[in-house]
């Protein structure tokens, strides 16, 4: 069942656990905002600067999955197809296309 | 200082509030992901659908904002010029460009 | 039917006009590229960079709506509702939400 | 110096251009709208449309890339390292993150 599991490099794993603990706190610190009115403008701050740390979070993973499983799929003639159709799929998916 | 306080509708509070506490749950989620080594694609999948909560979040905010605090800026002429561009600003922000 | 029609500062007229031109050059090339076998990547760069002029001409003509139309529509209590409601949904089509 | 060629199917070739001569079209009918003062809110309908068009075509453009160009790297084991930076500062441009 190789393929069901995904590949992160393990310098990333930190660095991406850190970066989500981050957009928690954010979340939180939106569910604060909202409770105790805060300005809409800063609320809509928060919310830009948290999208944009997930689709940072987003590109380093995609980026592993590239390197790594998509290559060794490649490499190995191992599922390509399937591979690559997943990678467009996904990055439509982010773009919404 | 009553600009720099907020206004949302309190219908749209709770509505926000547990959108919130969902994207919060979701973001908890991708980090027991990353943990599991789950598989990317469904990391990214996580991810984009994280992303366009919060942007829905956005919108809803943005709506109370125009409806309550920009409307009643333009009404008794007060701060209009500084609101509108902040307005504009923060759809910049969220467009990125 | 005042409403049918549009306001564009005369300034940002002729600003836009340049913009949208530029645009147009950049989709030609865009067709020119993929004529010529281009290299994929320098394709790709000049897509983004087409949206995010695109986008950029889509917030000057957001600003001078909301300066001139919503203010409008505001300060003589002329069909506010239905502005506030399109100008959202304008921007929720803008983010795709 | 193949590298500096990109690859587009046979089939994609002609549904690219298709898309990007209609593209054209609509940037043309923007500089129409915004001179016969066209009601703003069309105007940010066609631009959003514009946007979406432009991306659906970036996607097709990124799955033949990634389908060939790269596809064909791992395999040869030729330039693979840049060929997946590239590709990830590709996607990275189109989020502009």
Do not use: P
Request: overall charge negative.
């Amino acid at each position: 069942m190789g393929q069901q599991h995904g590949y992160i490099k393990a310098d990333d794993k930190d660095k991406l656990q850190n970066r989500l603990k981050r957009i928690e706190g954010q979340i939180r610190g939106l569910q604060r905002m909202v409770d105790e009115q805060a300005y809409c403008i800063d609320i809509l701050t928060q919310i830009s600067s948290s999208v944009s740390a997930l689709e940072k979070v987003g590109t380093i993973v995609l980026q592993d999955h590239v390197e790594h499983c998509v290559r060794h799929s490649i490499e190995n003639r191992e599922d390509t197809e399937q591979k690559l159709q997943e990678l467009t799929a996904a990055i439509e998916r982010f773009l919404k296309v």
